[in-house]
């Protein structure tokens, strides 16, 4: 399919503002400009309740956001980390997302605002979003959420996040994890062909994407860590991940990876739900103010989980 003509036009909108790339500023004013662009490109929602919290990370403490959509008792819960390459992104970027996941799958939802790149090198957004997927489950009663319910999601590098805690939770025995949601995630630093036709010119570049590895890795053997490429993974291992969701976009250059990830855990046997957006671009989820099938995009994933976390109760 082509490029869709809302993703079209919104691709003029950035060509026109002839803004500078993320890499060629600096990190103060490249984590201020991905703020300003998710202000500009949602609307939140109304939800029941939002409280921030800090608890205790890999290396300092952090803040936690629990979005709550109602007063139900033992809701399920999904822990959240945003994207931004490991290096930009808040929990101010993916408000509105989180609204409106909690809101439609009424499960409660913790975003996590794990230690970001170059101030946090790998493994630490790792290791952070681990602790907090295990406080929130150490924490179940506290939060009244139902500990046998949790899943965990993320989009493009949170994505990579709730993936490889998925697997962590596993290494570690527990906490236990029912569902894993990921939107457009990074799952390896393989080029692929996806890669190769939309590395230019539709929003993601590789350059950004080349910034973002240097900032958030040590050195190239990182590239070949399981724990920053879930591509790399067992078979065994990939056998043993809980039930998927995975959101691609066509025009994306993590398509393919998104994809081949899939593949993986469906050819392992793990339960897997795929699908691709034809003519949307990367980050489009994070754009549902001004792209009807962002909007879509979370609607049915909302969904998906609502029906999933009740099949887990019966």
């Not at 992104?89 to 170059?118: F, I, M, W």
Request: some cysteine; hydrophobic content about 35%; glycine content about 8%.
């Amino acid at each position: 399919m082509s490029l869709h003509p809302q993703a079209k036009a919104l691709l003029q909108m950035f060509e026109a503002r002839n803004a500078p790339s993320l890499e060629e500023v600096s990190l103060q004013e490249a984590r201020g400009m991905f703020e300003q662009s998710a202000k500009l490109l949602n609307k939140a929602e109304d939800i029941f309740h939002v409280e921030d919290r800090k608890i205790q990370g890999y290396q300092r403490e952090m803040k936690v956001r629990i979005y709550t959509p109602s007063d139900n008792d033992r809701l399920p819960v999904l822990v959240y980390f945003h994207g931004g390459g490991w290096v930009i992104g808040n929990l101010e970027t993916h408000d509105s997302l989180c609204r409106s996941l909690a809101n439609q799958s009424n499960c409660k939802v913790v975003s996590v605002d794990y230690g970001l790149a170059p101030e946090n090198k790998f493994p630490v957004a790792v290791e952070d979003a681990y602790l907090a997927t295990k406080w929130v489950s150490e924490h179940a009663d506290e939060l009244n959420v139902d500990k046998n319910n949790i899943a965990v999601g993320g989009d493009s590098a949170g994505g990579n996040l709730a993936a490889v805690v998925c697997y962590l939770a596993n290494e570690r025995k527990g906490p236990s994890i029912s569902q894993q949601l990921l939107f457009y995630p990074s799952t390896g630093f393989e080029y692929t062909e996806s890669y190769e036709k939309y590395g230019e010119g539709y929003y993601l570049t590789k350059s950004q994407m080349k910034w973002f590895r240097e900032q958030y890795l040590n050195d190239e053997t990182d590239t070949l860590n399981p724990l920053a490429a879930p591509m790399l993974l067992s078979d065994e291992d990939t056998a043993l991940l809980p039930t998927a969701y995975i959101v691609t976009a066509e025009f994306d250059p993590l398509c393919d990876g998104g994809e081949n990830y899939s593949r993986k855990l469906t050819n392992a046997g793990v339960q897997t739900t795929y699908i691709c957006y034809p003519g949307m671009i990367h980050g489009f989820i994070s754009m549902a103010g001004v792209l009807d099938d962002g909007k879509k995009a979370i609607t049915e994933a909302a969904l998906y989980l609502k029906e999933q976390f009740a099949n887990k109760v019966k």
